[in-house]
Structure formats: C-alpha cells, structure tokens
C-alpha cells in the first residue's frame, strides 16, 4: 500500500513538471477590455461553432476515446506480450525513453496499425492519461478491466497496467535492471527490451524506492543539460528529492502549482493554482499534525507562463480570431525562487522538448514571476508622486483648520452684528449683506458651465470692521476639506437652473458603471461563455450591452451647456467674450485632476494588487502622458491610448474647441446659426457610415452587421475619434440654443406633448434593442454593410436627439412626473461627483478583480452586487479626489481670476 501511494505520488510529480496553471501577469488595458473579452465574446461562440465538426470528426472521438482508462485497457488486453520478446535490442542512451519507445510502438503497431510519429504522440498521451486514471482512482479502479480476474500478468497489457497499481513489488528490479546496477548512474542497458521488462515485472520482488531514482536521473538530465543558474539547478533538485520523500514543503510546491481543470470543450485555457499556498510558510495539513512539519529548504515563487500547444493549424486559426490566442494555456506554476525567468524558461522547454510528440512540440513562453506584496518596493517616481500627496494632505488639514478658525470667529462676530443691527426679515438679506460665491465659479459665474447646474450662492452678514484674509489665507481656503465638502454636498441651486440635467448626468455615470461591470469581470470568471451565452439570450441585456449610448448623453449635455451659458453670457456682455478665458476655463476644470489621476495610476495604483494578476507600471502613459496633457491621444489609435477611457475626455474637449464655431453664428444670425450645425450635423452622421461601409465596422463591440467585420477597428476608427461622435453634442448645442431663445418657457399642447415623448421613446428604444437579433450569441441575423452603415451613422445622433427632448421637456414644464424624478435634489450633489466618478470608476474595478487569485462564478446576483458595490465605492474615491483635488484648483482659479469680473462691472 505505501508503495502504490508512493508511485502515485511520483508520477504526479511529473505532472508537477507538465503542467502549469493560471495567472497570466500580462498588463490589462481598457482598450483591450472594451475588445477583450467582450468584443471577442461573439468570436468564441462562432469559434465554437466552428470547431463543432472537428470535435464531431472520427479521428478527434477515438482520440478521446482512448483518454479513458476503461478504453486504454480494454485495448491493450488485445497486445499478446509474449511476441514483444523478439524486440530488438535497445541502444538509446536514455532508458526511460527506450522504455516507453518500446511500449509505444507495439502499442500504436496494435491499435492503430501505423508508426507515424503523430502516433507515437497520441499513444503516449493514451497511456499517460490512462495510468494517471488509475493512480487517480485507486487500485480497485483496475478491477474495471476484463483481464484483471483471468490470465497471466504477463499476458496482456491491460494486466501489466493493473499490475502497476495493485503490486509494486517487482517495480524497483525492474528500473534497476534498466538502468543498471548503479541505480541509474551510468549502469548498461544494451540487451534490455520490453520483454524482458515484462518478464521482471511479473517476477515480483519490486523495490519501490529506486522509483526515485528513476524519476531524478531523469530530471537531474532535462535540469542540468540546460545553461540555466547552478542555484536554479540545485533547488530543482531538492524540490524533486523532497517530492521522493514525501516532505511536506515540497509537497507544497506541487499542491500550489496548476491541475487541469474542467470545461476544456469550452475553450477554457486559464488553468489556475494556488498563489497563496506557494509563498505560505505552512498548510493546515502540517498545522493538524497531519503531515510532518519541516524547515523549508527551498523558498517558492509563483510564476505565470503561456503554454504553446502544437495544434493544427486550421485550429489555431479559428483560435486566433476568437480569442486572439494561437492555441496557448495561461498558466502559473510554483518554482523555486532562485530561478530567474530565463532559467525557467530554459528548464520548462528542456523538460517539454523530451516528451516524445514526434514533429509536434510543446514551448513555454513567456514567463513572468508576479512580485510578491513583501518585496514590493516603490520606484523613485512612486516616492514622489507620495511625497506630493503627503503634502497636499497636510495643505487640506492645514486649509480645513483655518477654515473652522475663521468661520467660529465670523460667527462670534455675526451674532454681534446682530445683536447690534436688525435681523434679517422673510430670509432677505439685510443692506449690509451680500452673496458669498463659492470656490467653483467665477463672480456672476461667466463661462461657468456648472453655475446653472448646481453651483450654491449663501448670503451671510457682513462685518466691515472684520479682518479678511489674505491672499496667503485664501489660497489656503481653498483646500479646507470642510468648505469643499458643503459645497459638494449641498443641494441649493441658482434660480432658473436645468435642474433635470443632474438627474441625467448621474443616471448616465451610473449607466456607464453598469457596463464597465459587467465588461470588466467577465474575463476573471471560470463561465465567461456560459453567462454571456445566457445573459446574451434575453433581449433586456442590450440595455446593459449597449451603455455606450451613455457617452452620447454626456456629449449632449456638455453642448447643452456650453450653448445655452454661452449665449446668456454674449447677451449680458453684448456680443463680447474673452475668448482665451473661455478655452482657460475649460482646460483648468479639466486638466489638474485628470494628470494627477494619471500620475497616481502609474505609480501607486500597481502596488495596490498583488497576486497571480500583479501590475506592472503602463510604460504607456510613462511615454506618452502628454498626448493626454494636450488632448489628442485619440488620433494615435488604442495602441498609445493611456487611461484608455479617457478618449471621452479628448473628445469632449476637441468639441469644445470647435463650440465658438456652432455657437456664435446663432447668436448673431438665427439662419445663419441653422445652417452651420445642419452642415455639421450631416458631415457628423455621413463619415461614420461610410467608414462603416468601407472598412466593414460591426454594429457593436460584440459583432452584429455583416458576417465577417473588423472588431478592432471598430474602436480605434469608429468608437473613440471625435469625427464618428460629434451627432449627439451638436444636438445638445441646437437645443442649447433653443433653451435660451425660449428662455425656458413653452407651452405645449398635450397631445404634440405625448407625441414628443413617444417619437422620443421609440427613438432610444431603436437605438438600444434595434441591434438585438443580430449581435444575440445564438443564431444571430447578419445585416447588410448598407443596413450596418446606416445604424452606425445615424443611431448616436438619434440617441442624442432623444436625450435632448427629455431635457427641453423638463426645463419648459412638460417634463411631468419624469422631471420630478430628474430633478431630486439627492441628484445635486452626486451630478457634481460624475466627473471625478468617471476618472477612477475603472481604476476601482481593476484592484478589486485584479486582487482576486480565483475566478467568480458569475451570476445575475454577483452582477447586481458588483454594481451596486462599484457605484458607491467609485463615487466615495470621487468625493474624495474632488475634496483633495478638483475643488481647490476651481478655487484657486476664483482667486487668480476673481477680479477681472469686478472690473467689467
């Protein structure tokens, strides 16, 4: 019985060596998200589809025929092993080969009446699945086989098999007689053929411990013919020893390493072992008592590996366009830690190359050893991007401090004021009070996009003889945590705001949340086609599929905004703007926060995960950050797109550039104006469909249109160039205009009213479920390249149309109950939080999936609680960020702007 165990564990430990396990280490990147795996999805169901017929072939049922041990058997009761004495000498130089050579060819000679190489392979894969089946199961496995209860053990190989399990004894002479009588160091074995092996093995008297001996001749061969590092060399040898004793540290390698899992049929290639375990000093098992408890010689490393399978290469086509993987295994193995990758890879591929596969080879590349959290360490630019950090903190506690100071002393000096003077009579302010602007918009809020949008005035009495701070004290204020966070949180807004506007902008971050849920996790998840396959099915998916129309609102309401403020502020200044405090404005709003996000996410967000999917800095944005300083990174393509999601923030800001050019004809000549936003909107909506006509663009990043489509492209020429995307922000600028001409007021008859918003519903509806049957993952409809064209041209101009009814509905006052909904007052303070909300919504996800070392089992349930759980946490940090960052720069540009509105009073 120990022997039986002890072979088992022998050969397992070959397994160790084989194969590896999950953990691929690689940098993922928003662009390869929004592709990967969600633009792939529909490509892994066709590419499933696709290899039905292989799987269905002949050739591929007997193959998996003989994986069964049942099978491997019941063949090989058909070898008479009394005719495998006439073999001919062997005179390979490696017994271990010669051995299984010899197996192989009267095996494959049987079975399949051919010598092939690829037979070879095939046979050695039939007999090693089918041994480890029956280490797998135990001895009373064997008893399965017909020729287990008659005959001779030497007359069937279905016996000799059986034989390996249920006696050892007889195992040891045999490999001694192999190798010689030196145990395997150097010993004869010319004259050795199998039959005279077989003849050992039924003679019994097998010494199970020279199995090792076998086992290291083997491996100390494969480890030290390579270039690989003496330390290497020597740890992978104690490793192997430890495994023949049985110790419980090298146990722990091969328990921590990879096992081949479930769902292969389904393209599953993520093969996973355990991180933890790898680098834990000790297992529950030794804390039981259970296994012996020694001092770890050897310390371990979880490294990470693309295993390359020698597949046909009809099959790795049809890979290659499903998954954008050529037939390799992410995989992850326990090694020792002295190893560096180049000697692992030199090891893995020695080992690999010795599997006798005939023309076909297994290669392992790359490898990457993920950095431990215990010797992390931080980079010189790490240092200093917290460095700046610590000294922003200690600015805000500083600010927030004299914050409070002041405003207990203006307080004492309000309730003299009063004491002394009349209060105040139905909430008016007294002669001697005047409006307090807040440290987020300029005095009389000129090109303020926010101002009519929840900007908050508060009036407080005036002390003439109180002491006002000076210019050292006001910088100071505008990092007091305490004045920030009233003003974030408060739900004041101005008279004649577009109240419904936070209702939509919230609603809109909350959407783009939902579908960076579901798009993010899908590829850390052991179902990933199962689920999509499911939730794909139903037709309400595409209102999660297709968030990207939330973009297309957002570009809505900036030109909303940026037209309706900036015709009320040419009104008041007759046609006079200060056009370089204009575009100022919209980059300081902007830009401050977004760089130090940036600066965060290159350095300190990498040493927030540690695990099988450890980051590594994005050498991307280390080179090209300043493409996002000038906001041009979209033109580049998504190979040199840092902060992936930040093409919104360029696009967004290229249409403001262009605004003036919509903006400014309206104000001086209606007709005029007309004709300039027509002539764009039409050059808007006929480029990207004819891009989609040219280049074969899909309907959607899971596929849709015609049958064969460029999914990457459409992103890097269609989805993130501002060309494709303007529709939606000149229909914002058009009712912009609208707003102000009418200043807000309308009347509607009822019935043009229910008109309105059924057009608009039926308008988002199309929009959203339109593309259902042709982008659904079972029996999808191809549409024509016309029919693709035209959806891609004209649907976001739709959408963006819809969007802009519900706003001019709301704001004239016959928006009903729905403007009741959008303009809650718990929307004002979170629309204020949408746009730090979208800076680090993705960066919240990536160290929650990231820092999971096992994949979810995704359903409905865990998307609901992803959601709701990345919702509040993103607007959290978004608090936060906009506390620390946002709100002080929009105060110090009150400061250094302040007094060029009071002159021009």
Partial sequence: MEGTRFFKFVLKSIVFLTVFGFASGN?????????????????????????????????????????????LLKRANQVDLRKLNDTAPVTDSNPINTFLQNILGQFTNTSQNNTSSNGVGDAFQNLFNGVLGSLSAGGDQAKASNGSQNGSPAGSFGNFLQNITQNTNGIGNLITSMLGANGGKGGATSGMNLGNILQLLSGGNVDPSTIGNILMSFLNGAVQGTNASTACQGDF???????????????????????????LLNLNLNWYGSYDECYSDSTFLESFGILHNTQTPVKGQYCNTNLNLPLPPEVKGILMVALQNS??????????????????????????????????????????????????????????????????????????????????????????????????????????????????????????????????????????H?????????????????????????????????????????????????GHTLVFVLGNTSNMLQYYNEFGSRA????????????????????????????????????????????????????????????????????????????????????????NLLYIDNFFGIKDLCLGWSWYLNNDMQFYILS?????????????GITVSVVFLLAATITPGVLSYVKDFP??????????????????????????????????????????????????????????????????????????????????????KEVTALYNGVSRTAWGAAVCWVIFACSTGNGGFINTLLSWKAFV?????????????????????????????????????????????????????????????MGLEKIMFGGLGKKKK
């Fill in 237 to 263: 040898i104690k490793v192997i020893k430890g495994l023949q004793n049985m110790e419980a540290w090298a146990l722990k390698f091969l328990d921590a390493s990879a096992k081949i899992p479930t769902d």
């Fill in 660 to 672: 003036p050019l919509l903006i400014v004809p309206f104000f001086f000549n209606q007709i005029i």
């Fill in 327 to 464: 037939g390799y295994i992410k995989a992850g193995i326990c090694f020792p830690k002295s190893c560096s990758t180049d000697d692992l890879l030199q090891i893995v591929n020695a080992f690999l190359n010795s599997i006798p596969l005939g023309d076909n080879k297994v290669t392992a590349w790359p490898i990457t050893c993920p950095v431990p959290a215990e010797e992390d360490t931080l980079e010189t630019d790490t240092i200093v991007v917290v460095i700046f950090l610590a000294i922003v903190l200690l600015i805000i506690l500083e600010g927030t401090l004299y914050d409070v100071i002041i405003n207990i002393r203006s307080k004492r000096n309000q309730e003299s004021v009063e004491e002394n003077g009349k209060p105040a009579e139905n909430g008016k302010p007294r002669e001697n009070e005047k409006p307090i602007e807040n440290g987020n918009s300029y005095p009389e809020n000129k090109y303020k996009l926010r101002a009519e949008n929840g900007d908050i005035q508060h009036t407080q009495p005036v002390d003439k």
């Fill in 540 to 627: 309400a998916s595409q209102a999660i599929f297709n968030a990207p129309f939330s973009v297309d609102s957002f570009f809505v309401l900036s030109g909303l905004l940026t037209s309706y403020l900036l015709l009320k502020q040419m009104k008041k200044s007759k046609g006079s703007v200060n056009w370089g405090l204009y575009y100022f404005h919209r980059y300081w709003r902007l830009t401050p926060v977004y760089m130090i996000v940036i600066g965060m996410y290159v350095t300190i967000y990498p040493h927030l995960i540690y695990g099988p999917n450890k980051q590594t800095s994005d050498q991307i944005c280390k080179d090209f950050w300043w493409k």
């Fill in 466 to 514: 109180a002491q006002k701070p000076g210019i050292v004290g006001r910088l100071v204020l505008c990092f007091s945590a305490y004045t920030n966070g009233k003003k974030i949180l408060g739900t004041s807004q101005p008279k004649g705001s577009l109240t419904a506007v936070n209702g939509i902008r919230f609603l809109s971050m909350s959407w783009v949340i939902l």
């Fill in 27 to 71: 940098n993922l990147r928003y662009q390869e998200y929004m592709i990967n795996p969600l633009g792939n999805l529909q490509r892994k169901l066709e590419a499933q589809k696709a290899i039905q017929p292989f799987l269905s072939s002949k050739p591929f049922l007997e193959w998996t025929s003989q994986l069964s041990k049942q099978s």
């Fill in 829 to 889: 303070p979170l629309s204020r939080l949408t746009y730090c909300a979208y800076l680090v919504h993705p960066l919240v996800m990536y160290v929650y999936y990231f820092n999971w070392n096992f994949p979810l089992y995704m359903t409905d349930l865990d998307l609901v609680y992803l959601f709701l759980g990345n919702l509040v946490v993103s607007y959290g940090i978004a608090f936060i960020v906009s506390i620390a960052f946002e709100s002080p720069f």
């Fill in 699 to 784: 309907v959607h990043f899971l596929g849709g249109g015609p049958k064969d489509t460029d999914r990457a492209a459409y992103f890097e020429d269609y989805y993130i160039v501002p060309y494709c995307r303007m529709g939606p922000y000149i229909c914002g600028v058009i009712t912009g205009y609208i707003l102000y001409k009418t200043k807000c007021k309308c009347r509607m008859n009822i019935f043009v009213n229910l008109l309105g918003w059924a057009v608009a519903t039926a308008t988002a509806c199309g929009c959203l479920y339109g593309i259902y049957n042709t982008v659904r993952p079972d029996n999808p409809v191809y549409l024509s």
